[in-house]
């Protein structure tokens, strides 16, 4: 199957910091993908849809300025936590769908943690 | 609004048995549907997608059924082996108004295979 990438994996940092995690699909474009947010033991909430070239759409409930995402260019999205607080500790996943099939792949997810 | 369900919440067998995982959709006007297997601290890994007109998909010992009319989908698994423990959750798109990718997940199947 495709193969979706994020990175970092884990990240540590100090509450009032900004944070980027990226999603790259490796072998295959994606004009659309996902972020998702995972509480411990909780199914993958959708946070926001990363549309190449233009701007994200967010659920409801989801902080646009707290987070920022960018998809400049058909392989990469970026999700960025700005000023960073302890209740953003997550584990964050992104997705991106084959065009031809609408199958979603998933990357690693990068789990965040906040002092 | 489309919502997910799976049961059970969490299944413990010993390996070698075959098993059944259910999972159960609201609104039957969907794209398709998609299994998936998250193993601890990790993201998803597709598993089958099974587009709307399909009735079953096949990917080795794993087999997915989908009865859209009665809104539900099983997912078999055969022969169980202790590398099969992981969480499995299934995921459709809300309805055929809305976008193919946003999935909406259930909560998933814990599943523990012994040895």
């Known amino acids: 199957g495709a193969v979706v990438s994020q990175h970092p994996s884990r990240v540590i940092c100090k509450s009032g910091t900004s944070v980027k995690i990226e999603c790259r699909s490796l072998d295959f474009q994606a004009t659309t993908m996902f972020w998702y947010r995972q509480f411990p033991k909780k199914s993958l909430m959708l946070m926001a849809t990363s549309n190449e070239g233009s701007k994200a759409t967010y659920e409801q409930g989801v902080e646009k300025d707290k987070f920022l995402i960018n998809h400049a260019s058909l392989t990469l999205s970026t999700l960025t936590v700005t000023s960073a607080h302890p209740e953003d500790s997550s584990f964050y996943i992104c997705?991106?769908?084959?065009?031809?099939?609408?199958?979603?792949?998933f990357g690693e997810g990068s789990r965040l943690t906040v002092l | 609004k489309q919502e997910v369900t799976q049961i059970p919440a969490a299944l413990s067998v010993p390996e070698g048995e075959n098993l059944v995982l259910n999972c159960s959709f609201t609104d039957s006007a969907i794209y398709n549907l998609q299994w998936f297997r998250q193993d601890p601290g990790k993201g998803l890994t597709s598993l089958l997608l099974?587009?709307?007109?399909?009735r079953e998909q096949t990917s080795g010992r794993l087999n997915a059924s989908l009865d859209k009319s009665s809104g539900r989908s099983t997912l078999y698994i055969a022969a169980s082996q202790p590398g099969d423990s992981a969480t499995y959750l299934c995921a459709v798109p809300p309805t055929l108004s809305g976008s193919a990718r946003q999935l909406t997940f259930g909560s998933g199947t814990q599943l523990t295979v012994l040895p």
């Open positions: 099974i587009q709307s007109s399909q």
């Open positions: 997705s991106a769908a084959v065009s031809n099939t609408g199958e979603l792949f």
